[in-house]
């Protein structure tokens, strides 16, 4: 309704203006307070009901990772029975995944999938269906880019996909388009033009058909980018998952992944879009800070926002905010009635504060963990990661082989010493063991009288480590042979058992008399 105000008086107009003001707020107060409208959607995403008795409902929005949601219904709820009863949902054909949006004026929607469901009783008796859903960026960080996407699995020649570089935006847009292609379509026959994200490409291409695509890539030619001013990034994966693969560049690129599910009804994803299936998942990264382009990191409440651009020094590492002294006001604001903030001139900052109007805040400082990293690949045998020495010691480093060790005929190793030099001499490090009789091997066999069916078998123990001292299995080296020992291990009767002394060898232990 328009009115003329050159028809009335100043104190008309005044009124009229006021009059206009409060409605405009009331219209506000109406749309905040406004109910979302959240509905359940099963596996094909038929619609099951719409959610209107929850005691609770949290959605949260997570920039470049994923939300969660929380819903709680009564348990004698028809959708509270519906969601509980999954047997009976996938015999109807109904699928096992429930789906999940929320859509709140003017325009925001979540959407995600079901998680877990659990049942929880209350103090008062009453049964709660609590029901946590995951956003939909959860579906993205399960695409792997496969190194060659056009070839079967057994075929990835070459073994690393790019680089590819080239604005971000594109450059991470075109590794995900080309794998959500390979597993929507498997036989493809599209030909591949110079640029396959140009929506111009799309129709004379041969095969493309994303009707029945169940995750569609919203497209952003090579020249669109370009001319956004997208700060270039090269990414390059091999067999990488392409949310691991694009995570920092979006942080440097100050870039956002939006998520949404298109529904009948809807307008189109993007200008131009062809005809999509109903629930697709459409897959769009976004410049929302502009911080490389267009856009106000400071000011003052008395000269307002100042709009700045960031520029890379010349080590291409830091970056350094220019003034802006002649900015452009966007069109966008010229429109009455449009509230939304443009990224290049944001009108308003809210700081936190006695007198702001932010009703509650949050703020979370997660402490530092580790202080040092250490990557690397393989190494060659014998650098890193090289078997210890023994079980018990620390891990060490060989770099040559060990030397063949021979003993004399008493069981005992040479001496160590230098030639010329005392054998616990300074600076030699000597093993004195302690004497051993020279016949404990013939003793040993000596006492052994008794038939077989009265020996005990002594447990063998694997010992991992050089002979510290004389042994009786004298092998003539100080590693495995072929073949039986040159002495069996003892076995000594159960209940004719003298006193016993352990001594370890390399690969087993056996119990020697004294």
């Known amino acids: 309704m328009s009115i003329d105000l050159n028809a009335m008086s100043l104190a008309e107009q005044c009124e009229a203006i006021w009059e206009a003001t409060l409605a405009a707020e009331r219209a506000d107060e109406l749309e905040r307070l406004a109910q979302p409208l959240v509905r359940l959607w099963d596996g094909h995403w038929r619609l099951a009901g719409l959610v209107c008795s929850e005691y609770r409902a949290e959605f949260t929005w997570i920039d470049n990772d994923t939300g969660t949601a929380l819903v709680e219904l009564p348990l004698d709820d028809p959708l509270a029975k519906w969601v509980w009863r999954t047997r009976a949902r996938v ?52 695409y792997l880019i496969w190194s060659n996407p056009f070839f079967d699995a057994s075929v990835q020649i070459p073994r690393v996909f790019g680089p590819v570089p080239g604005p971000a935006r594109w450059a991470l847009k075109l590794p995900l388009f080309l794998n959500i292609m390979r597993e929507q379509v ?93 629930g697709v998942l459409v897959i769009d990264i976004i410049n929302s800070s502009g911080y490389y382009s267009d856009t106000s990191s400071g000011g003052n409440p008395f000269d307002g926002l100042a709009r700045t651009v960031a520029r890379f020094s010349e080590d291409f590492i830091d970056t350094i905010e220019e003034a802006i002294t002649d900015p452009v006001t966007p069109a966008d604001y010229l429109i009455p009635g449009r509230r939304r903030t443009h990224v290049t001139t944001p009108f308003a900052v809210y700081f936190d504060g006695p007198d702001t109007g932010i009703a509650t805040s949050k703020f979370t400082e997660t402490a530092s963990t580790a202080v040092q990293v250490v990557t690397g690949g393989s190494s060659m045998p014998g650098v890193v990661g090289a078997p210890p020495l023994d079980w018990g010691g620390a891990p060490t480093t060989r770099t040559r082989r060990r030397n063949t060790v021979s003993r004399g005929a008493d069981g005992r190793r040479p001496p160590r ?20 009789p020279g016949d404990a091997a013939g003793l040993a066999r000596g006492q052994i009288r008794c038939p077989r069916e009265q020996l005990g078998m002594v447990p063998v123990l694997r010992v991992h480590g050089r002979l510290p001292g004389p042994c009786l299995h004298d092998r003539g080296d100080d590693g495995p042979q072929e073949g039986p020992p040159r002495h069996p291990i003892m076995v000594l009767p159960r209940d004719h058992r003298p006193r016993r002394r352990t001594l370890r060898h390399r690969g087993e232990r056996a119990l020697v008399p004294e």
């Not at 109904?94 to 469901?117: A, F, M, Q, V, Y």
């Not at 001319?227 to 990488?240: D, E, I």
């Not at 010329?420 to 004195?432: H, L, Y």
């Open 417 to 436: 010493g230098r030639i010329g030099a005392p054998a616990g001499g300074r600076g030699c490090r000597q093993f004195a063991p302690p004497p051993v």
């Open 186 to 278: 498997q036989q493809h026959g599209w030909q591949l033009p110079d640029d396959p994200l140009d929506p111009a490409s799309w129709l004379g291409a041969v095969g493309l058909d994303m009707s029945q695509w169940s995750v569609v890539v919203a497209p952003t030619s090579f020249a669109e980018d370009l001319a956004a001013g997208t700060l270039w990034a090269v990414p390059h994966s091999r067999f990488k998952y392409w949310f691991d693969m694009a995570r920092d560049i979006l942080e440097d690129a100050e870039l956002s992944v939006r998520c949404r599910r298109w529904l009948d009804g809807d307008p189109p994803p993007w200008p131009g879009a062809p005809r999509l299936r109903h």
């Open 91 to 142: 015999a109807a054909g109904e699928g096992r995944n429930i789906h999940i949006t929320c859509d709140k004026p003017p325009g925001s929607r979540w959407s995600g999938r079901l998680h877990d469901h659990s049942i929880e009783r209350r103090e008062d008796g009453s049964l709660m269906l609590l029901l946590r859903f995951v956003h939909d960026f959860q579906h993205l960080k399960h």
